[in-house]
Every structure is written in C-alpha cells, then in structure tokens.
C-alpha cells in the first residue's frame, strides 16, 4: 500500500446493525477483527470470535514453563515486504512499551540485531559446510528461470519431482529450500513458483539467510498477545472451546447467504441465525489440527482422526462447488505431516554446544543461531535453531530453548534405530546429539539438563499439496453475500501460503471485500517485475559464469516469454 492509497475510509452505512462472526481464532480472524474494526468502522461488541480449544492464535503458538519444558509447534520466518503483517501491526500496541507500536519494537531489534547465520549446514557428525554457493548446474537455472516465468494453470497439478531434473534435488539449493520452508518432492511446483517469484530478492541470502525477520520473544507473545490484548479492550468477544459445527447457506439465484451457525459450545447444542447484513468469516482448512504432543518418554501419537476444522468444510464444500475442495488436502496424511521437538535445556552444556556451531554467543534479545542448522546427512533430514533468547517471558536466564524438526518422520534415524515417529524426547535429543558428533558415552549430562516436547502435526504441509483452480475457495466466492474465507487455503493469487503475510492478506480482501470499501489492498511486493532483482538471482545461481546472465536475459526475452504471463503484462 503506498501513501496515497493510505486513507481513512467512509463508515459504511448500517456498519452499526451488522454483526461479524469468526470462526477460529487464528491470526486470519484477528486481524479481520481488527480491520473491521479500524477500516470498517465497526463496534468491538458487535465482533464474535469463535475458538474451539482454550487459546487463541492457532499455529502461532507458544506455551509452557522452565519446570515441564516450553513448546512452540513451528516458528516463523519474515521478512521486510510482509505489506499486510506490517500495516495490520503499525497500530497495535506494544505490550511491552507504553507509546510504541508492535511494528515499532520488531522493526527496532531487527534493526540493532539483523539476522545472519554463520553455519547454515553440517554433516559428518559435526562438520560444518562453508560453500555459500547454490551448487546448480545450468540445466537447474533454466528450469528455475521457466518455472517463474511459467502460466500457473500450465503447470496445473504437477509435482516438484515431476518438473526437476534428479540432478536438482542434489543442490544445495534445493537443501536449503525444503529446509527453509518444509518442501517435499510430491508437493506442488505451482506453490513452490509462487515462493520464486514471490521472495526471489531474498535468493542471495539464501546460505546465510540474512534479511530475514524474527520477532524478540515467541510467536504467541509477540503477534498473538498483543493483539488479542488490543481485540478484547475493544469489546471483541472470544467463544473459547466452542466448535463450529454446520452453516446454513441459503443458495438462490446465484446468491450464496448464511442464514444461521451452528456451534457447539461446552457440550451444548446452538443455533445462532444470521441476517444478510450478518459478517460470517471462514478459517476453511488448519495446519495444525490434531496435533499432539509427546515428552521425554513418550512419542506423540498421529492422530489420524477428522479434525472439527476440516469436518466443517467438508460440509460447507457440499453445498457448492465455489466452496472448494478440501480433500485435495487433507486427504492424504502420510504426506502433509511431520514432527518437531522443542528443548529446555537448564544449564550450561547443551547452550555451549549449540554455540560451538553456531560460532557466537547467544546474548540476551541477540540472534543466536541465526536461523536453522540443516543435519544433510540425517536420515530424518533434521535442522535445529536457537532463535533470540529469552524466548518466553518466563524463562530464566541460565535456560536455553532450541527448536527442532524433521521432514521425513517414517525413516529410522543414524544413531536411534527406530523411526522418528516412534521417538520419545529423549531419543531425539540423542539423535541430534549424535550429529553435533557427541558420543554415547558423553551424552547422559545433556540429556539430564533437557526436557525435550516432541509435536507430531498431521496436516502440517497440507497447503503445498498439488491443486488446481477451484481447489481452494475464493476469499469471496462469486455471488457470497456474507460469507467469506481466510486464512492458508482459500485462494490469493500471487501470494504464498505458509506465511502469515497470506493470513493478514486475506483478512483484508475479506473485510474489504464485504464491506465494499473504497480502499485498496496493499499490493504484493513485484520484485520479479524487477530487472535488477531478476539479473542478481540468476547471478546468483551461476556465480562462476559470467555469461550466463546475457545468454539467459536474451534466450527468455526472445523466445521464453512468448506466450506467458510477463508478455501478457507487456
């Protein structure tokens, strides 16, 4: 959004006799509840949030205490030109600073602390990779160069493997992709164009990940939290461990309307009727439903069961086909999971060792292992991080809290001869152990000074699954009335799922969209529009030839945009 487009919009009329209703308190439903509140002009009491479980923010999660370990199921990376995250928190207030903005604080560490990480791989137990090149053969460069530049709907549901050549799933490249962003083989190219083109300024970083952003503390504390907090001073009404059940949808000529909520709250049964001048905002889909945790002596158990989220779309996509396709993800379990484990490690030892290999102290609010450390010889395919500590607020200064994961939880590890799946948290910090090249006899003072929280997340990766058109729902589906959807799968074109940015996006269009505002939503950051940009990547993918920037601007210029988006766009 620039500064023209940054305006105060006109109260809708009747904003005053509307109700919204949310169901899911993921930071999707949050920052509609905001936007319908600072653009929509809408009353904090007239907003319902809906919450199935007993906290808010669903995947930003962050909980626990020093005595039965934290917990975070995944973390997040971000990074200058999330347009959306960064507008919806310039006037959320810190909870922290009295007078300064959420914006204000994360931007101000980011500033005094910017992200770089001095290892980014190991392997052979411990020793560190130093190539910061990408490792790509030409071959890998044109087909990276034609997948940005490609139609998506030409691509349709072909999959990362079905497009590459092998020779790319050797490259460094591609390591540091499906490490950074959870990747696998049989997901969608399409999705993975979308991150190409998307983030394609950030490729030069891609060895040490600098320019990326991370927040002070986790993120509960330091998206939820306060803007929760800022939600319910305005009147904002949360309904937790109150499922969503059924909507009624009344669908006549070509107008789709809910005309009522069913919920079951505490055990009870509730009809809640709604009026065409009613607001109903749906979190179709979750990454995170059904996950379940493990401890230091147990693993947690897959739970293959039908979430309530998914259970609900599957009936709202029956009632027509606008309303997408859920079972495009969710059908498939064995593909979309996998496991992480966070460490509390009270003491001094395991906090050396991480800072042996991430060469650097791990100073208060400082960078500490400057993103992930990717194990490329683990049978799991494993990285672990040390993010900014004090991670939580409760967490005392000799306490260090890392986090883990894994891609590939069927496979038996190098050192545990059992799959990951089946691993308590003490066998999983061995297994990581065992890769920073700490033998078995040496590694009970680790394990005495760790509780380790393994999460085991069946849906995890569902959103990169291969889909076509219609698979995932419009925002606002044609003819909606007064439903719309947000959150990882309904559908934004250009965006990229997996990061909040595409959350807080499509909690605008849908505020906006509803709400026929006369205001623009902020626009996606073109940096593949850009030649500068363009030129530095593919540099950066061929460092050692010079002429392979000239060759590849003039075969594309002359024959590969033919025919494809950017010559639309000419």
């Known amino acids: 959004m620039n500064n023209y487009q940054r305006i105060h919009t006109r109260k809708p009329d009747g904003i005053e006799n509307k109700r919204a209703f949310l169901i899911g308190s993921g930071i999707a439903s949050l920052a509609a509840a905001e936007y319908l509140m600072r653009d929509g002009h809408m009353r904090g009491e007239q907003i319902t949030i809906f919450e199935e479980g007993k906290l808010s923010g669903g995947a930003l999660d962050g909980a626990g205490s020093p005595e039965t370990g934290f917990v975070s199921r995944g973390g997040r990376e971000m990074e200058a030109h999330y347009e959306c995250l960064w507008d919806l928190y310039r006037e959320i207030p810190s909870i922290e600073e009295e007078g300064r903005s959420v914006l204000d604080e994360f931007h101000e560490i980011n500033t005094i602390d910017p992200n770089f990480s001095k290892v980014r791989v190991i392997h052979n137990r411990g020793e560190k990779h130093r190539r910061t090149d990408l490792g790509l ?68 970083g891609m060895s040490t990940m600098r320019d ?120 498939d379990i064995d593909k979309t999971k996998w496991e992480s484990f966070t460490i509390t490690a009270r003491g001094e030892k395991f906090r050396a060792l991480l800072e042996s290999f991430a060469e650097r102290k791990f100073l208060p609010h400082r960078t500490a292992t400057g993103g992930i450390i990717t194990i490329r010889d683990s049978n799991w395919l494993m990285s672990v991080t040390v993010n900014r500590q004090p991670q939580y607020k409760n967490q005392p200064p000799d306490t260090t809290v890392a986090w883990a994961y894994a891609l590939f939880p069927d496979n038996k590890g190098d050192f ?86 595409y959350s807080v996006r499509s909690a605008i269009m849908a505020v906006y969209g509803l709400l026929k505002l006369d205001k623009a939503v902020p626009e996606i950051y073109p940096s593949q529009y850009d030649i500068r940009v363009l030129s530095t990547a593919i540099k950066t993918m061929q460092p050692d030839d010079e002429g392979i920037l000239a060759k590849l601007l003039k075969h594309f210029l002359q024959r590969e945009l033919r025919n494809t988006r950017f010559e639309e766009m000419v």
């Open 212 to 331: 990326l952003l991370f927040t002070k503390y986790n993120q509960y504390d330091s998206l939820v939290l306060p803007l929760k907090k800022h939600l319910e001073a305005k009147g904002v009404r949360f309904l937790f461990n109150t499922t969503v059940t059924d909507l009624d949808i009344e669908i006549e000529a070509g107008r789709k309307t809910v005309t009522a909520i069913h919920i079951n709250r505490d055990g009870q049964e509730e009809r809640i009727a709604t009026t065409p001048d009613d607001l109903v905002f749906f979190t179709n889909g979750s990454m995170t439903e059904n996950s379940t945790l493990g401890d230091n002596d147990h693993a947690p158990v897959l739970d293959r069961s039908e979430g309530a989220v998914w259970a609900l779309w599957k009936k709202v996509a029956a009632k027509d086909p606008a309303f997408g396709r859920p079972e495009v993800f969710c059908g």
């Open 416 to 501: 545990i001869n059992k799959k990951m799946s089946e691993c308590s948290g003490r066998e999983l910090l061995q297994e990581l152990l065992y890769h920073f090249g700490i033998d078995e006899e040496e590694m009970q003072p680790y394990l005495d000074e760790c509780i380790v929280i393994p999460a085991m997340m069946p849906y995890i990766t569902s959103q990169f699954m291969p889909r076509v058109k219609g698979d995932r729902p419009e925002v606002i589906p044609e003819g909606s009335v007064n439903l719309a959807f947000i959150g990882q799968f309904c559908e934004i074109e250009d965006d990229c799922v997996f990061t909040v940015e």
């Open 137 to 204: 053969h030409e071959k890998n460069v044109h087909e990276l160069v034609r997948l940005i530049v490609a139609k998506e709907e030409d691509l349709g549901r072909q999959t990362v493997e079905e497009y590459f050549d092998p020779s790319f799933f050797e490259t460094d490249m591609w390591l540091y992709w499906r490490s950074m962003f959870a990747f696998e083989t049989w997901h969608s190219v399409v999705e993975m164009k979308r991150y190409m083109q998307r983030f394609i300024h950030l490729l030069p």
